[in-house]
C-alpha cells in the first residue's frame, strides 16, 4: 500500500466556473435517475399497505422480503463496480436501470412469501452497483473539495422519491384499489417501474463517461479538471494488491460506520408509511400526502450541511451530529404513539437527520482513496454496509411480531445509529476531513 501525504491542488482560476457548469449538466439527470432506483427499492413500504392483507403476510415476512433485497446487492455489489471502471458508466448504467425495471415490475406477479423473497433478491442483484457506481463517477468529475456538495446533490434524490413516490403510491392504491384487472398494489409495481426503464434507455444517450469525453467542455476545462483530480489522486491510496487493500483497517472501520447508518435509513425508508398508519391515519392518499413531509425537510439540511462540511473540513463532526440528530426523531417518533403531528414531525427530524449523514459519509472513503482501489473500496463499504438494509427491516418486522409493541423497533434502530456517530470517530481527521 502506497501511502502519500496530502498535497491540496491550487484551484484553478474559473474552477469554481468549470464545477458548476459541470454540477448543472450532469447531477439532474442523475438526480432523476437515483430517483427512480430508489422508487423501485422501497415502493414495497406502501405496498405493504395492501399486500400484507391480500397475500396474508406477517411482519416478519416483510421484513425478511424487503430486507433480502441487500443479500442479492451484497453479492454483486464489488463486482458491478470494477465492471463499470472498465466498460464505463454510460452502457453499465443503463444495463443496470432497464434490468431492475423489468424486475421491479414482475414483483406484481407474487403470490406467496417464496415468490415474494426472490423477486427482491433478484431486483437487489439487478440494481448492485448502481449506487456505488455513481458514487465512483462522481469522482471522476469533481475534485474532494466540490465532492461534498455534489453528493449532497446527489442524495436530494432520496427525499425527492420520498416527496413524489409518497404522494403517487398512495393514489394509485387508492385509484387503483377497485380495479378488476389487477389490486393496486399491483399496479403501483408496474407503473413506477416505467420511469426507470425510460431513464436507464436514455443513459445510452445523456451520460458521458468521463470529463475528456465531455463536448460542452472547452478543451481549457477537460486540461483544468483532468489535471486537478489527476494531481489529487497522486497524493491518495492505490493499494498493489487484493491483500493490501483488505488489509486497510480504514475499510473496514467505514463498513462498520456505514452499517449503523443505514440501519437509520432503511428503518426510515421501509417502515414509514407503517408507521403513520399506525399513529392514527387510515386513508392511504392522506398517508402518501404525510409521508412527503419528512422528506421535504430532509431537502434543505442535506444541501446545507454538505456545504458545511465542504467549507470547515469537519466531516466526521457534522456526520456525528447529524446521525445522532437522526436517531432522536425517530426515537421519538415511536415514542409519540396516537397523534399524526407529532410523529411526523418526529419523523421529520429523523429523516432529515439520517439523510443528511447518508450524504456526508460517502466523502469519507473518496478522500483517501484513488483508481481502482476507489471502486473497489466505495463498492466494498456499500456492500458490507448494506447487509444493514438486509438487518433493519427483517430486525424491526421481528421485533414487531415478537413484543407486540412497534415502539421497540425503532428503538434498536436509534440505537444503531447512536453507535454509528461514536464509530466514525475512530477514522483519523486527515483522512476523514481532506
Not at 291 to 302: E, H, R, T, W
Request: charge should be positive; charged fraction near 10%.
Amino acid at each position: 500500500m502506497t501511502q502519500h501525504t496530502m498535497a491540496h491542488p491550487t484551484a484553478h482560476a474559473g474552477a469554481f466556473d468549470v464545477y458548476r457548469k459541470i454540477t448543472w449538466r450532469i447531477m439532474p439527470f442523475i438526480v432523476l435517475c437515483y430517483l427512480c432506483a430508489y422508487l423501485d427499492r422501497v415502493n414495497v413500504g406502501f405496498a405493504k399497505l395492501q399486500m400484507m392483507n391480500d397475500l396474508h403476510l406477517s411482519d416478519a415476512v416483510y421484513g425478511l422480503g424487503a430486507g433480502i433485497f441487500f443479500i442479492g446487492y451484497f453479492l454483486f455489489e464489488v463486482p458491478s463496480n470494477l465492471i463499470m471502471h472498465k466498460v464505463g458508466a454510460r452502457v453499465w448504467i443503463a444495463r443496470i436501470m432497464i434490468t431492475w425495471a423489468l424486475i421491479s415490475a414482475a414483483t406484481l406477479l407474487v403470490q406467496t412469501p417464496t415468490q415474494f423473497y426472490i423477486a427482491r433478491f433478484l431486483l437487489g442483484v439487478a440494481e448492485a452497483g448502481f449506487s456505488p457506481g455513481i458514487m465512483l463517477y462522481l469522482t471522476y468529475w469533481f475534485p474532494a473539495r466540490k465532492r461534498g456538495f455534489a453528493l449532497g446533490f446527489y442524495y436530494i434524490a432520496i427525499p425527492l422519491a420520498g416527496v413524489v413516490g409518497g404522494p403517487l403510491s398512495g393514489y394509485i392504491l387508492d385509484a387503483f384499489g377497485q380495479s378488476q384487472v389487477m389490486r393496486g398494489w399491483q399496479w403501483l409495481f408496474l407503473i413506477e417501474a416505467i420511469p426507470s426503464l425510460v431513464a436507464g434507455i436514455a443513459v445510452l444517450f445523456m451520460m458521458v463517461d468521463k470529463p475528456e469525453q465531455a463536448q460542452w467542455l472547452s478543451a481549457d476545462e477537460k486540461r483544468q479538471v483532468v489535471e486537478e483530480i489527476r494531481q489529487e489522486d497522486g497524493a491518495k491510496t492505490e493499494h498493489a494488491s487484493s491483500a493490501s487493500f483488505l488489509k486497510d483497517r480504514r475499510l473496514w472501520k467505514l463498513c462498520l460506520v456505514y452499517f449503523c447508518q443505514i440501519i437509520g435509513l432503511y428503518g426510515v425508508s421501509f417502515w414509514l408509511p407503517s408507521i403513520i398508519k399506525n399513529s392514527g391515519v387510515a386513508d392511504n392518499t392522506m398517508i402518501g400526502w404525510l409521508s412527503a413531509i419528512p422528506y421535504l425537510v430532509a431537502i434543505p439540511a442535506i444541501l446545507l450541511t454538505g456545504v458545511s462540511a465542504d467549507r470547515h473540513r469537519t466531516r466526521r463532526m457534522h456526520f456525528s451530529v447529524m446521525l445522532v440528530i437522526g436517531a432522536a426523531g425517530l426515537a421519538f417518533s415511536g415514542y409519540i404513539g396516537h397523534d399524526p403531528a407529532l410523529a411526523v414531525l418526529g419523523l421529520s427530524v429523523g429523516t432529515a437527520g439520517t439523510l443528511a449523514a447518508l450524504s456526508l459519509f460517502w466523502g469519507i472513503p473518496s478522500a483517501f482513496l484513488a483508481g481502482t482501489s476507489a471502486a473497489a473500496g466505495i463498492a466494498a463499504i456499500n456492500c458490507v454496509g448494506n447487509l444493514a438494509g438486509f438487518v433493519s427491516p427483517y430486525m424491526v418486522g421481528w421485533l414487531n411480531d415478537a413484543t407486540g409493541n412497534v415502539k421497540i423497533g425503532l428503538y434498536a434502530v436509534a440505537a444503531f445509529m447512536v453507535l454509528g456517530a461514536f464509530l466514525v470517530r475512530m477514522i483519523a481527521a486527515r483522512d476523514a476531513d481532506q
